[in-house]
T-cell receptor, first 117, second 113 residues
Framework: AQKVTQAQTEISVVEKEDVTLDCVYE???????LFWYKQPPSGELVFLIR??????QNEISGRYSWNFQKSTSSFNFTITASQVVDSAVYFC??????????????FGTGTKLQVIP | DTAVSQTPKYLVTQMGNDKSIKCEQN?????MYWYKQDSKKFLKIMFS???????INETVPNRFSPKSPDKAHLNLHINSLELGDSAVYFC????????????FGDGTRLSIL
C-alpha cells in the first residue's frame, strides 16, 4: 500500500528565510508519480508540481525548488526567500503507476507553513 | 472561466437532514473525485468516477451516494446528516491517468448543527 509522510505539522519562518518541507513516501511500484499541492488560507487546492519516478532531475521554478531522491524515498520542497504569500498548507501526494490504469492519489497529512513578516 | 466548480460553497444544516453538493468541470477530463477534508486538514478520497462509472469507493457510510449523470458532473448526496459529517468537501477532476495532476474545486464547507 502506498503511504506519504509529512512529518512536519507546522513550520514558522521569518520572511526572507529559506524553508524546506519534507516528504517521504512508500510504494511497491517501480513506476509512480509525486505531486505537491498548495492550500492557501482561502482554501482552494492548487497543483504545484509533478515528478515521475524515473526522472530524478531536480527542478527549480522561481523561488521554489524540489529535490527528488529515490534512494531515500523523499521528495522535498524548498522555498527560497520566503514571503508572506507562501503561508499555506502544503500537501505532498503519491500516485502509483499500476493502479489498473486509474489514478488513486494518496495525500500526506500536510505541512502548515506560516511566514511571519 | 472556472475549471472545477462546486455548489454551494457553504452549507449549514441540522442533523438528520439530507443535502446535496454539485460539481461540474469544463476541462474535458474523464475522471472526477470527491474528497473529504477534516478539521485537521486530512484529505481523504471518498469516491472516484471514470466516464460515469464508479472506480473508487473508499470506506464511506452508505449515507453518502455519488451520482454522475455525465463525465462533466459528479454530485454528492448525503442522507441523514450527522455531526461527524462536518468537513470541507472537495470535488476534483483529472485525465484519470496516474501521472495527471488533479484540479480541485474551491470546496464546500458543510456544518452540521
Amino acid at each position: 500500500a502506498q503511504k506519504v509522510t509529512q512529518a512536519q505539522t507546522e513550520i514558522s519562518v521569518v520572511e526572507k528565510e529559506d524553508v524546506t518541507l519534507d516528504c517521504v513516501y512508500e510504494t511497491r511500484d517501480t513506476t509512480y508519480y509525486l505531486f505537491w499541492y498548495k492550500q492557501p488560507p482561502s482554501g482552494e487546492l492548487v497543483f504545484l508540481i509533478r515528478r515521475n519516478s524515473f526522472d530524478e532531475q531536480n527542478e527549480i521554478s522561481g523561488r521554489y525548488s524540489w529535490n527528488f531522491q529515490k534512494s531515500t524515498s523523499s521528495f522535498n520542497f524548498t522555498i527560497t526567500a520566503s514571503q508572506v504569500v507562501d503561508s499555506a498548507v502544503y500537501f505532498c501526494a503519491l500516485s502509483e503507476g499500476n493502479s489498473g490504469g486509474y489514478q488513486k492519489v494518496t495525500f500526506g497529512t500536510g505541512t502548515k507553513l506560516q511566514v511571519i513578516p | 472561466d472556472t475549471a472545477v466548480s462546486q455548489t454551494p460553497k457553504y452549507l449549514v444544516t441540522q442533523m438528520g437532514n439530507d443535502k446535496s453538493i454539485k460539481c461540474e468541470q469544463n476541462l474535458g477530463h474523464d475522471t472526477m473525485y470527491w474528497y473529504k477534508q477534516d478539521s485537521k486538514k486530512f484529505l481523504k478520497i471518498m469516491f472516484s468516477y471514470n466516464n460515469k462509472e464508479l472506480i473508487i469507493n473508499e470506506t464511506v457510510p452508505n449515507r453518502f451516494s455519488p451520482k454522475s449523470p455525465d463525465k462533466a458532473h459528479l454530485n454528492l448526496h448525503i442522507n441523514s446528516l450527522e455531526l461527524g459529517d462536518s468537513a470541507v468537501y472537495f470535488c476534483a477532476s483529472s485525465q484519470g491517468r496516474p501521472n495527471q495532476p488533479q484540479h480541485f474545486g474551491d470546496g464546500t464547507r458543510l456544518s452540521i448543527l
